[in-house]
């Protein structure tokens, strides 16, 4: 078995950036606050408290600030891997369906972060 870590091919198609900021996610009707680590044009990643872990390809709904002063950013998205980190979960998740204009505000952001 390969390690994923040491894969050959890179399963991210963009850049991600270390990003902090308060993201309010809602699975189905629980929604909670998580903490975001690191931020891409086609993903976010989130801190947050240990508890229940989402399976792959689980619905999310997020909301979040970028740095631009601009409106809260609102995306679709999937889970992509659940990592358990000491009393949190690590979560990854590809956005799905983003505005073009959010997703330009957040390719504009990268450059700077």
Do not use: W
């Amino acid at each position: 078995m390969q390690e994923r870590r040491r894969a050959s091919v890179e399963r991210r198609r963009g850049r991600r950036a270390p990003f902090v900021a308060a993201v309010k996610h809602k699975v189905g009707s629980d929604v909670q606050l998580a903490l975001a680590q690191n931020l891409g044009p086609t993903g976010i990643e989130l801190k947050r408290p240990a508890g229940r872990a989402y399976l792959p390809r689980t619905p999310v709904t997020l909301a979040f600030e970028l740095p631009d002063g601009g409106e809260v950013v609102r995306v679709q998205g999937a889970v992509v891997f659940e990592r358990a980190a000491g009393g949190y979960q690590t979560t990854g998740v590809r956005f799905l369906a983003l505005s073009p204009l959010d997703h330009a505000r957040i390719i504009r952001a990268l450059r700077y972060l």
